[in-house]
């Protein structure tokens, strides 16, 4: 008898968190590894965000909440909505979750059904797919080359739409490449979708404050006719250093909220208490922390930018955003490694890597672009240029 079910057969595990691991294994076994591959922020929750933490645990808020959230915070997140973003939505309209991954997961899970095509820009996030084949929908990869910068064109989106087509997954800024779409370039994409009134449009805006070179700008911003028929996910991980808070959120129409929450009643129910309480304080407080850590990831990828490109073969678009450059590697493709090893895939090239170089990426294969590897950037600059270095050198040892 098989134990398991086919639906968690068919998943495919995390490439990320496997790169992540094997690098630290490495580590304990004494080798020096330096891990380029978690989407992790390296700096600490803001003081004043854990103080409010603390604050909530001693004022005994320490039972559940309603299971949408806490009517403070999805007050708050209204008021940052309408403050950062110009959109206005109400409480009813807001649903808090354990990450923001989970806001996306639930979000595909309440709004496709078997055989629904989603069409997702590539290269994508590694979740996206499989969350998509466990609401059994049609996962529908777009890919997006490195001269237009890892971005969808509207020809591409109208090329990819068929009568299938439920939904379209935007993330920008984007995790894995950092590019983020410009207004016109969202108002472009919307009139497509103008023409195909029956498709939603996940946007994922995880990484919204992590933005170089002007303000983010969502799909729903751009194009306020598609407000509502855009799925509009966020949360605290990236921009306020809150990963293990586990708090993120969704926004959209109330049908939509309904049915996430009807999933989430059964699943989860509410984040905790107390990190909902942390979130009040994050969107309500200072954001002094939050801009002094996009300045150092700003300066952070500004070095590492120019020294991929400064490798033979090694092609890096400056990234707008997050904390991730995606160098195109296709050059190094077919050649051997000092041990005589072929490298066929990106996949090869990042093993390459860490056993020769002990340096950890992730290869793009897991983002449904095989031409590419992911940095994160998300460290101290010392350990960078040591990265860069190692990285320059196990690439010179190719043949």
């Keep these: 008898?098989?134990?398991?079910?086919?639906?968690a057969?068919?998943?495919a595990p995390s490439e990320t968190l496997k790169i992540t691991a094997l690098a630290k294994d490495l580590q304990r076994a004494g080798r020096s590894v330096i891990s380029l591959s978690a989407g992790e922020p390296d700096f600490k929750t803001p003081g004043h965000i854990c103080e409010a933490a603390i604050r909530a645990i001693r004022d005994g808020h320490h039972g559940y909440t309603v299971n949408a959230g806490t009517m403070e915070l999805r007050q708050a997140i209204c008021a940052k909505?309408?403050?950062?973003?110009?959109?206005?939505?109400?409480?009813?309209?807001?649903?808090?979750?354990?990450?923001?991954?989970?806001?996306?997961?639930?979000?595909i899970l309440a709004t496709v059904d078997p055989g629904d095509e989603v069409i997702i820009p590539a290269p994508y996030w590694v979740s996206y797919p499989e969350m998509v084949r466990l609401a059994e929908g049609v996962p529908v990869p777009v890919r997006t080359p490195v001269s237009r910068g890892y971005k969808?064109?509207?020809?591409?989106?109208?090329?990819?739409i068929t009568p299938r087509t439920r939904m379209l997954i935007l993330c920008s800024p984007s995790n894995p490449t950092g590019a983020c779409y410009t207004e016109a370039e969202l108002k472009a994409l919307a009139a497509v979708l103008l023409r195909h009134p029956d498709i939603l449009v996940l946007s994922d805006e995880i990484y919204e404050y992590i933005v170089f070179e002007g303000a983010h700008v969502g799909i729903a911003?751009?194009?306020?006719?598609?407000?509502?028929?855009?799925?509009?996910?966020?949360?605290?991980?990236?921009?306020?250093?809150?990963?293990?808070?586990?708090?993120?959120?969704?926004?959209?129409a109330k049908p939509i909220v309904d049915a996430v929450g009807k999933l989430q009643?059964?699943?989860?129910?509410?984040?905790?208490?107390?990190s909902q309480k942390a979130g009040e304080a994050a969107?309500?407080?200072?954001?002094?922390?939050?801009?002094?850590?996009?300045?150092?990831?700003?300066?952070?990828?500004?070095?590492?930018?120019?020294a991929l490109n400064a490798v033979p073969g090694v092609t890096c678009p400056t990234p707008g955003?997050?904390?991730?450059?995606?160098?195109?590697?296709?050059?190094?493709?077919?050649?051997?490694?000092?041990?005589?090893?072929?490298?066929?895939?990106?996949?090869?090239?990042?093993?390459?890597?860490?056993?020769?170089?002990?340096?950890?990426?992730?290869?793009?294969?897991?983002?449904?672009?095989?031409?590419?590897?992911?940095?994160?950037?998300?460290?101290?600059?010392?350990?960078?240029?040591?990265?860069?270095?190692?990285?320059?050198?196990?690439m010179a040892a190719l043949r």
């Design 9 to 11: 057969a068919a998943l």
């Design 221 to 252: 911003q751009a194009e306020p006719r598609l407000k509502d028929r855009v799925l509009l996910v966020n949360g605290f991980s990236k921009g306020f250093a809150m990963t293990g808070w586990r708090l993120g959120y969704l926004a959209a």
């Design 81 to 107: 909505l309408k403050r950062d973003n110009g959109l206005t939505y109400t409480p009813d309209e807001i649903i808090v979750s354990n990450g923001a991954k989970q806001s996306v997961g639930f979000a």
């Design 1 to 7: 008898m098989n134990p398991v079910s086919k639906r």
């Design 283 to 306: 969107l309500g407080g200072p954001m002094d922390a939050v801009l002094a850590m996009r300045e150092a990831f700003r300066e952070r990828r500004d070095f590492l930018v120019a």
């Design 321 to 394: 955003g997050a904390f991730y450059v995606f160098p195109d590697i296709s050059a190094h493709l077919g050649k051997r490694t000092p041990a005589g090893q072929v490298l066929e895939t990106s996949t090869d090239l990042v093993f390459h890597l860490i056993e020769a170089a002990g340096i950890a990426a992730v290869p793009g294969d897991a983002f449904g672009e095989p031409t590419g590897i992911r940095f994160s950037y998300a460290m101290g600059l010392d350990d960078l240029k040591e990265a860069a270095r190692r990285f320059a050198e196990g």
């Design 152 to 160: 969808l064109t509207p020809e591409q989106l109208e090329a990819a």
């Design 265 to 274: 009643s059964q699943e989860t129910s509410a984040p905790s208490t107390i």
